[in-house]
C-alpha cells in the first residue's frame, strides 16, 4: 500500500476529528497498527487539535468540583458500600386556617409568577430574533474577510518585483478550466492560484509540471480546494506550465491526455 | 502538551490507572488539569454560563462512571473526554434548541482581544500562535473538531461543497501543525 497516497486522502484527520463510519474506523485502526508511519502521523494530528483545543480553555467556577463529587455521593458511585438512609421527619399536626391562608398566599404567588414568566417569554423571543440576525451580519462578515485576505495575498505576491502571471487555459477537452501561475524568476518561487478545476475522481489528484527545456518536470500536487496561492516547486527557468489528472500521490511523469490546463511563458 | 502534563504530579497513564482504580486524589488531578480546556470548548457550544457548568459536572459524572471503558491504544485521554464533553453540549443543545452559532465569530483569535481575567494562563502560547492561522482554516476546525459538526452540517454553515470541506480540513491542520512546529508550542 502507498502510504504517502493513503495519508494524503485526509482520512486520517476525519478520524481524529471523530467523522469516521464505523467501517473507516476499522479500516483507519487496521492501518495504524500495520504502518508505524500512519501511526506517527495520526499522533501528530491528534496533538495538534488538542493544542488548538487549549487556546479556548476557560478556568470553571472553583465550587464546580465539589458539585461533581456531590453529585458522585448523592448517586452513590463514590462510595458503592455506602447505604444512604433519608430521615423522614414526622408531619405535624397543624391548624386547618393555617393551611387555607397558605393555600391562598401559594394561588397569589403562582399567578404572578405566571404573569412574570409570560413577560419573560416574550423578551426571550426577541432576544433570540435578534441574535439570529446577528448571527447573520457576522456570518456576512466572516464570508467577506475570508475574500479579502484572497486578495490581499494574490496582491502581495503580483507586487513582489520579478514576478510573472501565466495564465493556464483550459485545453481542447477542457475548455472551461481555467488557473494562474505566479512566478518569481529572482526568488524562483512558483504559486498556483486555480480558478476552475473540474471536481476530482476518486482515487486521482491534479499534478503541475513545468516544461523544462522540452521536458516536463514535476512542480508539485494541486490542493483543488485550496482558495488561497498555494506554494509549489520552484524553478529557475521554464518555458510552459500545465495541469494534469494522475493517480493519488501523483505520478513521475505527466498522463498528457489528461490534461487539463496549459500555459506558455 | 507540556503547559498541561508538564505540572501534573503524575503522568498521563499513571493517572488513568489510579482514575480506574477508583482513587480520588487522581480523578481531582485529572479534573484540575482538563477541565479548563473541556469548560472551554463546552462554553463554545453552549450559550449560557450555568448550562455549560452543567454540563461540564456531568461530564465529569460520565468520565467517573465510564473511566473502565477508556482505552488508551484509541487515543489520549483528552480527546476520550472532549468526545464527551462535546457531546453532552451538543445533546443539550439540541434539547434547549439553542446550538449556539453566534460564537463563530468569537472563535477566530485575532490580536490583542480577549486577554482577560477569563482566559486561562494555559492557553496563552497557543492563542499566539493561532493569531497566525487564516480564518478560512480556523473556522474548519471549528465546526469539525471544537463544535462537533458533521461534514455535511459544516459544508451547509460554511456554504462550500462536501469534497471541500474534507481537503481543507486537511490543509488546516497540516497549517497548524507547521505553525506549532515553528513556534515549538504545544508538544
Same mark, same amino acid.
Given at each position: 500500500?502507498?502510504?504517502?497516497?493513503?495519508?494524503?486522502?485526509?482520512?486520517?484527520?476525519?478520524?481524529?476529528?471523530?467523522?469516521?463510519?464505523?467501517?473507516?474506523?476499522?479500516?483507519?485502526?487496521?492501518?495504524?497498527?500495520?504502518?508505524?508511519?500512519?501511526?506517527?502521523?495520526?499522533?501528530?494530528?491528534?496533538?495538534?487539535?488538542?493544542?488548538?483545543?487549549?487556546?479556548?480553555?476557560?478556568?470553571?467556577?472553583?465550587?464546580?468540583?465539589?458539585?461533581?463529587?456531590?453529585?458522585?455521593?448523592?448517586?452513590?458511585?463514590?462510595?458503592?458500600?455506602?447505604?444512604?438512609?433519608?430521615?423522614?421527619?414526622?408531619?405535624?399536626?397543624?391548624?386547618?386556617?393555617?393551611?387555607?391562608?397558605?393555600?391562598?398566599?401559594?394561588?397569589?404567588?403562582?399567578?404572578?409568577?405566571?404573569?412574570?414568566?409570560?413577560?419573560?417569554?416574550?423578551?426571550?423571543?426577541?432576544?433570540?430574533?435578534?441574535?439570529?440576525?446577528?448571527?447573520?451580519?457576522?456570518?456576512?462578515?466572516?464570508?467577506?474577510?475570508?475574500?479579502?485576505?484572497?486578495?490581499?495575498?494574490?496582491?502581495?505576491?503580483?507586487?513582489?518585483?520579478?514576478?510573472?502571471?501565466?495564465?493556464?487555459?483550459?485545453?481542447?477537452?477542457?475548455?472551461?478550466?481555467?488557473?494562474?501561475?505566479?512566478?518569481?524568476?529572482?526568488?524562483?518561487?512558483?504559486?498556483?492560484?486555480?480558478?476552475?478545476?473540474?471536481?476530482?475522481?476518486?482515487?486521482?489528484?491534479?499534478?503541475?509540471?513545468?516544461?523544462?527545456?522540452?521536458?516536463?518536470?514535476?512542480?508539485?500536487?494541486?490542493?483543488?480546494?485550496?482558495?488561497?496561492?498555494?506554494?509549489?516547486?520552484?524553478?529557475?527557468?521554464?518555458?510552459?506550465?500545465?495541469?494534469?489528472?494522475?493517480?493519488?500521490?501523483?505520478?513521475?511523469?505527466?498522463?498528457?491526455?489528461?490534461?487539463?490546463?496549459?500555459?506558455?511563458? | 502538551?507540556?503547559?498541561?502534563?508538564?505540572?501534573?504530579?503524575?503522568?498521563?497513564?499513571?493517572?488513568?490507572?489510579?482514575?480506574?482504580?477508583?482513587?480520588?486524589?487522581?480523578?481531582?488531578?485529572?479534573?484540575?488539569?482538563?477541565?479548563?480546556?473541556?469548560? #472551554?470548548? !463546552?462554553?463554545?457550544?453552549? &450559550?449560557?454560563?450555568?448550562?455549560?457548568?452543567?454540563?461540564?459536572? +456531568?461530564?465529569? @459524572?460520565? /468520565?467517573?462512571?465510564?473511566?473502565?471503558?477508556?482505552?488508551?491504544?484509541?487515543?489520549?485521554?483528552?480527546?476520550?473526554?472532549?468526545?464527551?464533553?462535546?457531546? #453532552?453540549? !451538543?445533546?443539550?443543545?439540541? &434539547?434547549?434548541?439553542?446550538?449556539?452559532?453566534?460564537?463563530?465569530? +468569537?472563535?477566530? @483569535?485575532? /490580536?490583542?482581544?480577549?486577554?482577560?481575567?477569563?482566559?486561562?494562563?494555559?492557553?496563552?502560547?497557543?492563542?499566539?500562535?493561532?493569531?497566525?492561522?487564516?480564518?478560512?482554516?480556523?473556522?474548519?476546525?471549528?465546526?469539525?473538531?471544537?463544535?462537533?459538526?458533521?461534514?455535511?452540517?459544516?459544508?451547509?454553515?460554511?456554504?462550500?461543497?462536501?469534497?471541500?470541506?474534507?481537503?481543507?480540513?486537511?490543509?488546516?491542520?497540516?497549517?497548524?501543525?507547521?505553525?506549532?512546529?515553528?513556534?515549538?508550542?504545544?508538544?
Amino acid at each position: 500500500m502507498d502510504v504517502k497516497a493513503y495519508i494524503s486522502t485526509g482520512i486520517l484527520e476525519t478520524y481524529v476529528m471523530g467523522h469516521c463510519s464505523p467501517d473507516q474506523i476499522r479500516e483507519v485502526e487496521e492501518f495504524i497498527s500495520l504502518h508505524p508511519e500512519i501511526k506517527d502521523e495520526v499522533a501528530s494530528i491528534r496533538l495538534a487539535l488538542e493544542s488548538y483545543a487549549m487556546a479556548f480553555s476557560k478556568t470553571p467556577p472553583a465550587d464546580l468540583k465539589d458539585k461533581i463529587w456531590s453529585a458522585l455521593d448523592g448517586e452513590g458511585l463514590a462510595h458503592p458500600s455506602k447505604v444512604i438512609s433519608i430521615n423522614r421527619p414526622q408531619a405535624k399536626q397543624s391548624n386547618n386556617w393555617l393551611v387555607a391562608a397558605s393555600l391562598v398566599l401559594f394561588a397569589i404567588a403562582a399567578s404572578m409568577n405566571f404573569f412574570l414568566y409570560s413577560k419573560w417569554k416574550s423578551a426571550e423571543r426577541k432576544i433570540a430574533e435578534i441574535e439570529i440576525e446577528k448571527e447573520y451580519f457576522a456570518s456576512q462578515l466572516e464570508v467577506q474577510n475570508t475574500s479579502l485576505a484572497v486578495i490581499q495575498e494574490e496582491l502581495a505576491v503580483m507586487q513582489l518585483p520579478g514576478t510573472k502571471m501565466i495564465v493556464m487555459k483550459g485545453t481542447e477537452s477542457h475548455p472551461g478550466a481555467l488557473a494562474t501561475i505566479f512566478w518569481n524568476t529572482e526568488s524562483k518561487d512558483v504559486f498556483l492560484k486555480v480558478k476552475n478545476l473540474p471536481e476530482i475522481p476518486q482515487g486521482k489528484q491534479y499534478q503541475l509540471w513545468a516544461i523544462v527545456d522540452g521536458a516536463p518536470v514535476n512542480a508539485g500536487l494541486v490542493a483543488i480546494e485550496e482558495q488561497l496561492l498555494q506554494k509549489m516547486e520552484q524553478f529557475s527557468s521554464a518555458q510552459a506550465f500545465a495541469i494534469t489528472l494522475e493517480p493519488l500521490g501523483g505520478s513521475s511523469s505527466p498522463t498528457l491526455e489528461k490534461m487539463y490546463v496549459i500555459g506558455n511563458i | 502538551m507540556n503547559h498541561i502534563r508538564g505540572k501534573a504530579k503524575y503522568s498521563e497513564s499513571e493517572l488513568v490507572n489510579l482514575v480506574q482504580s477508583g482513587n480520588r486524589d487522581a480523578f481531582n488531578a485529572l479534573y484540575d488539569n482538563y477541565s479548563p480546556a473541556l469548560f #472551554g470548548i !463546552i462554553s463554545r457550544i453552549v &450559550s449560557s454560563e450555568d448550562t455549560a457548568q452543567d454540563v461540564l459536572q +456531568d461530564t465529569f @459524572v460520565k /468520565i467517573w462512571k465510564n473511566i473502565e471503558r477508556y482505552d488508551n491504544s484509541k487515543g489520549t485521554i483528552f480527546t476520550w473526554m472532549l468526545n464527551i464533553a462535546r457531546n #453532552g453540549a !451538543i445533546d443539550s443543545t439540541r &434539547s434547549k434548541h439553542e446550538r449556539n452559532k453566534i460564537r463563530d465569530t +468569537d472563535l477566530i @483569535v485575532s /490580536i490583542p482581544e480577549e486577554q482577560g481575567s477569563e482566559m486561562n494562563v494555559d492557553s496563552m502560547g497557543i492563542r499566539e500562535v493561532l493569531v497566525t492561522l487564516k480564518p478560512e482554516y480556523q473556522l474548519i476546525i471549528n465546526y469539525l473538531y471544537i463544535k462537533g459538526y458533521t461534514q455535511e452540517e459544516a459544508a451547509g454553515e460554511l456554504n462550500i461543497p462536501l469534497g471541500t470541506v474534507k481537503t481543507r480540513a486537511r490543509t488546516a491542520i497540516l497549517r497548524l501543525r507547521e505553525l506549532l512546529k515553528e513556534k515549538q508550542v504545544g508538544r
